[in-house]
C-alpha cells in the first residue's frame, strides 16, 4: 500500500522491505500502547518509532489543512441538496485509523411555493363581436298592399322599405375551461327584438341568450366531448358556421328554417379524430372559413321547439351529423381540402298559430342534408341541399298540414391574400327553396330564389367590411299576403372583432 502512494514519506534511513514490515507491525500497537511498544520492540526499533512520530506529525498536518479547507469552502447553491464528500487522506493515515469522513453540510431545501388560487379572470376569457348593416331595396317591391307579399327576408329586419342603418348582431362571449374536465360557453346577444310593445312596434337591441353550455371531457386528449344547455343543433354545414366566419350576411332559407336561430336546448355528444382536427388547424391556421368548434360525428336530443321557446310536448329531437375532410395532395393539388358529410333530423313540433299558443297536434319534421365544400385555396365551392317534411300553412282549407320542403345553394368563392388592402373574400350564391317556414306563427309557405355577389375585405383583423348586391325573388314569410316579391338589394356591413 506505501508503494501506491509515492508521495508519501519513506523512511530515512532506506532500510529493505524486512524494515517495512516491522514499522506496520509497530504502527498497530502505537495507539494502544506506546511504553508497551518500546519494551517490545528490538533496540533498532527506536528509528522505527521516530519514524511513526514523523508520519503521526503528517497526518495531523493534513487533517488541519482538510479543515482550513473545509472553513474556506463557499456555501453550495440553494438547488445542492448534498456536497460531494472530501478527498479521503492518504493512505498512512491508517496507522492510526481511518480518519473521520468529512462532508460538507448540504443547503437545506427550499421552502416550497405555495400555488396561487385561480381567480375567475384567471380562468375565462371575454370576446366578441358587432355586426353594424345597411340595407337598401334599390329596385322592386319594397311595399305593397295589404295581402300582397312585400321583398324581406326572414334572416333581417332591417331589410324593408324604411330602415337604415341596424345592428344585426352584438355578440359578447365568456368562456374558458373551469377546471381539467369542464368548460364554460355563455353568450347572450345585445341586437335581438321584442314585438308587439306598443300595437305591434318592435323595440330593437333587446338581450337575448342565445348560448349557454358546458363542455365535458371524459378523456384527456378532449377529441371527445359532452355537450349540456342550449347550443346549435348539428344540422347543416353551414347553420354550423359562425356568424362571425361566414362570407354570405345572412343563411340561406333552405338549411336555416330546419333550426331558425341555430339553437335548442338539449344533449349533444361530439367527437373530432385527432387526424382531422389536425387539418381544421392547418385550415384555419391559413385564414380559412370553418364551420366552427364542432366535432367530425355529433349527436344529440332536444327539446324541438326551437331557440328559447319552452317544450310543449313530451317528444325529443334527435340530430346528426358528420363531416370529413380529404387532403388532396396525392392529386397533385398540394394544400387542397376537399369536405363532404351530411346530417339527418327526426322531430315533431308544434308550431305557434295566429290565434294564440301553439297548435293542438304536433306535425313531422324530418329532413336529410348533404354538404360538400372545397375549400378556396384560391379558388373554392360549396354546397349543400337538404329534403324532408315539415308543417306548412295551406291557404286553400286553412289549416296546417304536413308538406315537403327542398331546397339548398351553392356558392363560388376565392382567397386573395396579396391586396393593398387586406385579404379579399369574392364570392357569388345562388339558392333555392320550396317548403314551410316553422318558426313562424302559422308555418308560412317560403318560395325563395336568390342570386347574390358580393365581397368580403379585412382591413385588419379586427375589422371586416362585407358589401353584397342580390336579385331576389321571394313570398313573403306570412300566410295573409300572396305572390311573390321581386327587387334588387344592396347591403354593406361592418364588423368589428373583440
Known amino acids: 500500500m506505501l508503494r501506491k502512494r509515492s508521495s508519501m514519506p519513506r523512511p530515512s534511513d532506506g532500510r529493505s522491505g524486512r524494515h517495512a514490515a516491522r514499522?506496520?507491525?509497530?504502527?498497530?500497537?502505537?495507539?494502544?500502547?506506546?511504553?508497551?511498544?518500546?519494551?517490545?520492540?528490538?533496540?533498532?526499533?527506536?528509528d522505527q518509532a521516530a519514524t511513526i512520530a514523523d508520519l503521526q506529525r503528517q497526518i495531523d498536518e493534513l487533517k488541519a489543512?482538510?479543515?482550513?479547507?473545509?472553513?474556506?469552502?463557499?456555501?453550495?447553491?440553494?438547488?445542492q441538496t448534498a456536497a460531494a464528500p472530501a478527498q479521503a487522506p492518504p493512505a498512512s493515515a491508517s496507522f492510526q485509523g481511518a480518519p473521520p469522513r468529512v462532508e460538507l453540510a448540504a443547503a437545506p431545501p427550499p421552502e416550497p411555493v405555495k400555488p396561487k388560487r385561480e381567480a375567475w379572470y384567471d380562468k375565462l376569457r371575454l370576446r366578441g363581436y358587432t355586426q353594424m348593416r345597411v340595407n337598401q331595396i334599390t329596385t322592386g317591391d319594397a311595399d305593397a298592399p295589404a295581402g300582397v307579399s312585400r321583398l324581406r327576408s326572414i334572416h333581417d329586419s332591417g331589410l324593408n322599405g324604411d330602415s337604415n342603418f341596424t345592428f344585426r348582431r352584438m355578440r359578447l362571449v365568456l368562456q374558458g375551461d373551469v377546471s381539467d374536465h369542464v368548460s364554460l360557453y355563455f353568450q347572450p346577444d345585445f341586437a335581438a327584438a321584442v314585438s308587439n310593445q306598443s300595437v305591434g312596434e318592435?323595440?330593437?337591441n333587446s338581450v337575448s341568450l342565445r348560448d349557454m353550455y358546458a363542455d365535458v371531457f371524459p378523456t384527456g386528449d378532449k377529441a371527445f366531448r359532452i355537450r349540456l344547455g342550449?347550443?346549435?343543433?348539428p344540422y347543416g354545414w353551414e347553420n354550423m358556421q359562425s356568424s362571425s366566419n361566414r362570407?354570405?350576411?345572412?343563411?340561406?332559407?333552405?338549411?336555416?328554417?330546419?333550426?331558425?336561430?341555430?339553437?335548442?336546448?338539449g344533449i349533444v355528444a361530439y367527437y373530432t379524430p385527432p387526424r382531422v382536427q389536425a387539418i381544421w388547424d392547418r385550415l384555419e391556421d391559413n385564414g380559412q372559413k370553418l364551420?366552427?368548434?364542432?366535432?367530425?360525428?355529433?349527436?344529440?336530443?332536444?327539446?324541438?321547439?326551437?331557440?328559447?321557446?319552452?317544450e310543449v310536448d313530451n317528444d325529443l329531437m334527435t340530430v346528426a351529423l358528420a363531416t370529413w375532410p380529404f387532403e388532396l395532395d396525392g392529386l397533385g393539388l398540394d394544400g387542397q381540402v376537399f369536405e363532404i358529410g351530411g346530417s339527418v333530423m327526426r322531430n315533431t313540433?308544434?308550431?305557434?298559430v295566429r290565434s294564440g299558443g301553439v297548435s293542438a297536434v304536433g306535425f313531422k319534421d324530418n329532413r336529410v342534408n348533404v354538404h360538400a365544400i372545397l375549400y378556396p385555396q384560391p379558388i373554392g365551392v360549396q354546397a349543400e341541399w337538404n329534403w324532408g317534411t315539415g308543417p306548412e300553412f295551406i291557404p286553400a282549407t286553412g289549416r296546417i298540414e304536413?308538406?315537403?320542403?327542398?331546397?339548398?345553394?351553392?356558392?363560388?368563392?376565392?382567397?386573395?391574400?396579396?391586396?393593398p388592402i387586406g385579404t379579399i373574400h369574392p364570392f357569388a350564391r345562388w339558392q333555392y327553396y320550396r317548403g314551410g317556414f316553422k318558426a313562424a306563427i302559422n308555418a308560412p309557405r317560403l318560395e325563395t330564389e336568390e342570386l347574390e355577389l358580393g365581397f368580403e375585405f379585412q382591413l385588419d383583423p379586427a375589422l371586416e367590411i362585407t358589401t353584397t348586391y342580390g336579385w331576389a325573388s321571394r313570398k313573403e314569410a306570412d300566410e295573409r299576403r300572396f305572390g311573390q316579391a321581386e327587387g334588387q338589394i344592396l347591403r354593406v356591413q361592418a364588423q368589428w372583432n373583440y
Do not use: H, W
Open 202 to 204: 318592435r323595440r330593437e
Open 349 to 352: 313540433i308544434r308550431p305557434e
Open 23 to 46: 514499522l506496520i507491525a509497530a504502527a498497530l500497537l502505537a495507539g494502544t500502547s506506546a511504553p508497551a511498544l518500546a519494551q517490545a520492540v528490538a533496540p533498532e526499533a527506536a
Open 230 to 233: 342550449q347550443s346549435k343543433v
Open 402 to 419: 304536413e308538406r315537403p320542403v327542398d331546397g339548398g345553394y351553392v356558392q363560388l368563392m376565392a382567397k386573395i391574400d396579396n391586396s
Open 65 to 79: 489543512m482538510v479543515s482550513a479547507l473545509q472553513a474556506a469552502q463557499p456555501a453550495p447553491a440553494p438547488a
Open 247 to 265: 362570407l354570405a350576411l345572412d343563411r340561406t332559407d333552405a338549411i336555416n328554417t330546419a333550426a331558425a336561430g341555430e339553437r335548442d336546448m
Open 291 to 310: 364551420f366552427g368548434n364542432y366535432g367530425a360525428f355529433g349527436l344529440g336530443v332536444f327539446n324541438g321547439q326551437g331557440l328559447n321557446r319552452s
